[in-house]
């Protein structure tokens, strides 16, 4: 598997990925999960999409947005297809080389509340709740993952 960044020509695929993974979330939200409406055309443009390329097909993308002080995930889809291969979790290991090239020590996510397998999934890569809220009319749980500055050795 590779990891590139996306290009204007991915997004029609992209966008048949996040339908595919978050549809089964719907009846659970009542609603369409945000990632579903999203202008992939838009955050490819701005360079904020990176895309896992299987056999030369994506089978999953993360969503980096830098903000002054962290690296945000604002969304993580795998085709479902290739869901539990360690997708997900590669495009997360990205996301924390992305942070620290950029000088970033810390990553935060966020999930819908009714999405509670990425409740128990997050904590088991590193990453800790920083709390709950409602956004937009979502049920939001907020996640961070702090890296060790460069050079330090672990405790």
Do not use: C, W
């Not at 090239?101 to 128990?120: D, F, H, K, V």
């Amino acid at each position: 598997m590779q990891i590139r960044p996306a290009r204007p020509d991915d997004a029609g695929a992209l966008r048949d990925i996040v339908e595919r993974a978050y549809s089964r979330y719907i009846e659970r939200i009542g609603r369409r999960p945000a990632p579903m409406d999203d202008d992939y055309v838009a955050k490819i443009g701005d360079g904020h999409v990176e895309v896992a390329v299987e056999g030369g097909n994506p089978v999953g993308l993360i969503v980096l947005v830098p903000q002054a002080d962290h690296l945000l995930v604002e969304n993580v889809a795998v085709d479902p297809a290739f869901q539990r291969g360690g997708v997900g979790r590669a495009l997360l290991a990205h996301a924390e080389q992305r942070a620290a090239q950029r000088g970033l020590r810390e990553i935060r996510l966020y999930t819908n509340a009714a999405m509670t397998e990425n409740l128990s999934l997050y904590p088991r890569l590193g990453y800790r709740e920083t709390g709950r809220d409602t956004e937009h009319g979502f049920q939001r749980v907020y996640f961070s993952k702090v890296s060790p500055p460069r050079g330090a050795r672990p405790p």
